[in-house]
Nanobody
Framework: QVQLVESGGGLVQAGGSLRLTCATS????????MGWYRQAPGKQREPVAQ???????NYADSVKGRFTISRDNAKNTVYLQMNGLKPEDTAVYYC??????????????WGQGTQVTVSS
């Protein structure tokens, strides 16, 4: 059974920091690209940061220079360090694991989400 469990969300003042953690089980973590997405009220879910199996990273323009994604294959865990938080970062943050098999079929797994609220 695949499980992705996010933690670390909460309420923080603008300019503050949070570190999100996503602990996984039931997948071969090292073979999965990992990502963080977020969804604000009334908006579509959007990608925030991704890290490949080789630890290459990609960020949304809105978080570049403020957020850092990292992974620990020994702990089957991915992190999102968020600094310089802004009220517009307020959203539910979701962890994603993505694996593509040899035939190109994509497997996506999602966590339940963790709320991040940034007050002005």
């Amino acid at each position: 059974q695949v499980q992705l469990v996010e933690s670390g969300g909460g309420l923080v003042q603008a300019g503050g920091s949070l570190r999100l953690t996503c602990a996984t089980s039931g997948i071969i973590f090292s073979l999965n690209a990992m990502g963080w997405y977020r969804q604000a009220p009334g908006k579509q879910r959007e990608p925030v940061a991704q890290i490949s199996t080789g630890s290459s990273t990609n960020y949304a323009d809105s978080v570049k220079g403020r957020f850092t994604i990292s992974r620990d294959n020994a702990k089957n865990t991915v992190y999102l360090q968020m600094n310089g938080l802004k009220p517009e970062d307020t959203a539910v943050y979701y962890c994603n694991a993505r694996n593509t098999n040899g035939w190109g079929k994509i497997y996506d797994y999602w966590g339940q989400g963790t709320q991040v609220t940034v007050s002005s």
